[in-house]
């Protein structure tokens, strides 16, 4: 990230003055921003610009900003369109770095507006006065009680904490803000970037990523304007250990494409969004409420050691809930035995209420003297979530004061997340006097849901997330040196015409890269055919080549199995004579003579171009699980062993691949080393192919390798 | 459901007069109860029973109910387990017919609490006296503001509706009524059953839905007691036409089977429940939370005409975000057109600011002209259900107050669901004065929604109902008279040993229901395979008959597409030897002589028996997608022709049944016709086998039929 725009979005959340310009006492932006920020108590300068008046809510106006004697640091713009470029240019000769233009009708809205906000990007980029907006509603320093925006918390004082929060929506930054407050979700830096003429979403996560106050980042996106930006800062978050949860959406404006490849055709850029959060550790939020339901069990801080989750219950049904859901989640409950257990069985009391399994129903009882029953489950490191749960009757008056104080207590001597589950009435009026658990639960900084299945995907989000934080060896590289890359031979392979490569091209092409290939040679005569079909060694196929033919069994010029040089004669003259009646002007390149491979198990390895991502990879099984049930996995280049390895584990038929019905394990390895090298070849012809098809490859048993035995490219 | 039955639980939730058996001033149940009822100002009479006191809280006492000279309602008993039964027994001469035993320690407890509760259960049936529990939290008439449980709602008043709420688990009664307090939906019965020693879920759910002041039933359920009541329930629910929400817990309890056929090991119960909910329009929530969210949507009491849904929004974000939801739930947003569209762009102002698609972003400047923007949309028919999306934002002090009033007013204009989706702060202190519009919306019968997945999915659910409700044309019934069953070639077939039929004896069987099956015949000798070969016409199939072989490709006596009388022999002869080499003790009934079945698709059907619910027919493609892939469907016997239908289209790979690959439609109307055939054979035979599958079933092309290829029954 430039200096100078971690600079400027520095000023943004700790500006020393701010002019407002289009201040008024009469508008909505105009008279409630200044007026919010002087409520909140301000300690900064407040500069309203307006050329009509003299002051406005009791501080001195100026008509522009070239008149304001003091130095300025934000510049707030709510002033029509039209003037809005005029008022950047007074902003930058009077030296201020960091705008915001609340104003709209931009991109948003027509041609006009479109033209003008290109003016606006290119003078930030002229000038280096950076801009947030236009068409958004602002940002703030919560933790600091600095908004410059039109988000209000009437009747209720900010809550500042860890979670930096940055929308594309201007509405939905207010409204987020809203039910984070709402959840008792303490907020440090919030931003809304509009329609991005200038600064993106990736810039202001990039910031609050190296900010030390900021612990976890919350975003809503539309879908980022660079993707390698956003790249950029979900690496610099895995280096720096901060979780970034983002809700995207945008998921039903996809187009169908018509692409030729499989790959092609069931890669829509969901997939590589979907793909690169997966490689990257970012956790996605099915909605806005699961947005800040996730937010809250990272705020926290605390960060499991292990998968391990108990379950404490007060309630039976309760706990065959939430086992029901870890099920369904694949979240880890390990039996509650040895020591622990006897630890438990030894309390006065327990044994005769409760169930001590995972979960462990303890009843109201058990509740009360939680106190004495959580020690031991957290010295057991076999656990390494706590889930306490929690219904009503439990809690009801009396328990609740006793519950809620205790759990606080205990989840100060331990480094272990401790989260509860409230079913129940959680209003403040509830209970009178001492204050309701919930609240108490809340404000002392312990995540407490309300729906079981929110709570345990932000439970399995967290342990997830940590994993993939946790150190591992070194990722395998595909090894540069073992094979030669002549560029010479790839030129020549590509040649220089558009479309589709013919089979024998396209094998070439992916085996200069290091996949392994059938033997094969392209014949142009039947004697040539013998010939390579003797050196190959019976059975043969024989494919007739054609750029002009790309289904090839629909054309009847594939023959499978041909055993000796009578059938290949025969099956030599039928292939040319069907490739002439299905296109009588297809253009023949020869016959490909090929070795018949035995046996093996089917799977497709594919690219395909993403006007954004650039190069993304899919893998699935051959034939109806790709076509049918569309059973694939994909990620974007540079692809890893471990992304590799994830992308084949990640589809629902892998069990197939780990051998059923007597069948043997494939060789998995060579898959992913397959793939990893399709990552690289896809990333060094970026710009000559579009998309590359290998189906199928065949995978042999483990240790026995792959072999393409058909590959498709197309060229740009 | 007997009258006597109705007439009791009538008396729990109307009683004239309630004895308290255990009453006191010192215990939790034993004074909670009798006080609140005291501060809710019962209107009946309420007798403290208790030997030790004359008088409990300034009411007077007797030592038991039958000194009590008035007739009694409801006895509530909350003494010692071990003075239960004596309790009952002066009820019981007293003539009370309605008992709640609250006081815990029976079934759930140990041998002595198990051997109790038989007592109970059977006093219950010898003398009439009717029992709610033990080891329940009590009931409630929540609209009459009677409630003799636990459940308090301190500081604010009970909320009467029109939902009935029915819980095996007491804690969790008393949780949900206080989930459904917060959310603002009224209650009018709610019970919890407990241990259910004598009435269960099924019978309350029965009483609610003849009761005519109940809408909506929600229930928490972790097993029915009795299948067959709660079907009957379900169907008199679907007759009254009123929806029944469940949550079923205790999935992850089952237990691996080791059953014998792919049906039998693919079968757990909760695949029957599924099945159930699905044949009977149950809905099925996710956990506590969507419960009473999606009671919410149903309490409020409106039907859409049709599945098009129209989402208005504030914010484009949250446009974006709901259309994706509505996406994944396969929701129908029909697109805003024609005169509805006109129409919306001539209102002033309207046009300048959103984008008029559906979603529809009219954003805060619409949502302010709501009431002129909702008429021609309430008239066009294409939309019967309208999600109104806020973003804070928009209903900020000021708008909030107009527009929650506008959407109240509007909806009672309506027979359209008018549905809410409020993102953002909800809280009431947020704007002063007026109230909150959340509020506001909530106590006027609006369903609103903070959780944009789960208003859709209660939408999406709203949707399913009332399409399962719909009139359709009558179920079509297999013919009984289109085939004569004879009960002794039945008897026959089966003989009178346990275990595994071969494939001969399976087939006859299920071809003696309709079923039709390959061309075959048993041979004994290989002279008269070559007859029958002759007869059936080649090629042909071998296979070794042997009750004690079920798997006979593995046995290697399975001969395929024999082509000659050589081969024959030669195939024969294999078979035997094979057969012996395999298991030299195995009994060989013959070689079964079979047509060899021209290309078709392999789909599976199959029962299973379930403990509690009888057969389950299973359905599923063949090979991996059963094995590996576990793509199946369910469902109990009587399976009507849109059951079989269903089931079929639920499965993911139903695509490749519609056809793929240049291949046809199969025969679905032919499956359908097999699996309605199983379901009549299942249950006529369900006392004699335990386990049925037709593996494969070969379907040919549309109107071509299908064809049991292989089968495999085994005996109970």
Known sequence: MQKEVAKAIHSFFHPSSIAILGASETTMYGRGILEYLQQLGYKGKIIPINPKRDQILGIKAYPSVTKVPDPIDVALIIVDRKYVLNSLRECAEKGIKSSIIITAGFQEADDEGRELEDKLTKFANETGLRICGPNCAGLANIKDGIVIS???????????????????????????????????????????????????????????????????????VEGFKDIQKFREAADLAIQKKKPIIVLKVGRSELGENAAASHTGHLTGSDSAYNALFKQKGIIRAIDTDELFEMTKIFS??????????????????????????????????????????????????????????????????????????????????????????????????????????????????????????????????????????????????????????????????????????????????????????????????????????????????????????????????????????????????????????????????????????????????????????????????????????????????????????GPIIMFGLGGTFVEVLKDVSFRVPPITHRDAEEMIKEIKAYKILEGVRGKKTVDIESIIDTIMKLSKLSLSLKDSIAELDINPLIVFEKGKGTKAVDALVIRK
Chains 1, 2 share one sequence.
């Not at 900010?158 to 201007?170: F, H, K």
């Not at 991005?196 to 612990?215: A, K």
């Not at 005769?352 to 490191?381: C, H, S, W, Y």
């Not at 033919?549 to 054309?555: G, N, P, R, S, V």
Request: aromatic fraction near 4%; charged fraction near 25%; charge should be negative.
């Open 150 to 220: 039109l988000l209000r918390e009437e009747g209720r004082k900010l809550l500042g904490g860890n979670v930096g929060l940055v929308s594309q929506s201007g509405a939905l930054m207010m409204a987020l803000a809203g039910v984070a407050r709402d959840k008792e979700i303490g907020l440090n830096y919030i931003v809304s970037t509009g329609n991005e003429c200038d600064l993106e979403v990736s810039d202001f996560m990039h910031y609050m990523i190296e900010d030390p106050s900021t612990g976890v980042i919350a975003a809503f």
């Open 300 to 613: 926290a801080g605390k960060l499991p050691k292990g998968d391990g989750v108990i379950i404490l219950t007060s309630s039976g049904g309760t706990g065959s809930l939430t086992a029901d859901l870890c099920g369904d989640l694949g979240i880890h409950l390990p039996d509650l035995t040895g020591s622990t257990l006897e630890e438990l069985l030894s309390l006065e009391g327990l044994l005769t209420f409760g169930k001590l399994g995972n979960p462990a129903d303890i009843r109201g009882q058990g509740m009360g003297i939680i106190k004495q029953v959580l020690p031991p489950i957290l010295r057991d490191e076999k656990f390494s979530v706590i889930l306490i749960c929690l219904a009503f009757s439990t809690v009801g008056p009396g328990l609740a004061q006793k519950i809620a104080p205790d759990i606080i207590e205990l989840s100060k001597t331990t480094d272990k997340p401790i989260v509860v589950l409230w079913i129940g009435r959680k209003k403040k009026e509830d209970i009178t006097g001492l204050g309701c658990g919930f609240d108490l639960l809340e404000q002392n900084g312990i995540p407490v849901f309300e729906k079981p299945l929110t709570c345990l995907r932000a439970i399995k989000a967290l342990i997830e997330w940590n994993q993939f934080q946790a150190p591992r060896k070194e990722d395998v590289k595909v090894e540069e040196a073992s094979f030669e890359i002549s560029k010479e031979d790839i030129s020549r392979v590509l040649g220089n015409k558009e479309g589709p490569l013919n089979e024998f091209e396209s094998k070439k092409l992916i085996s200069l890269y290091g996949i392994p290939i059938t033997h094969e040679k392209l014949a142009t005569s039947v004697e040539d055919a013998k010939k390579i079909a003797k050196e190959i060694g019976y059975p043969v196929v024989l494919k007739g080549m054609s750029h002009d033919i790309t289904h090839k069994t629909e054309a009847g010029i594939v023959a499978l199995n041909i055993s000796d040089e009578v059938k290949l004669e025969k099956c030599y003259m039928e292939i040319l004579g069907n490739a002439k009646k299905y296109n009588p002007k297809a253009d023949i390149q020869g016959v490909l003579v090929q070795e018949m491979v035995k046996e093996g198990t089917e799977v497709i390895v594919g690219m395909s171009k993403d006007p954004q991502f």
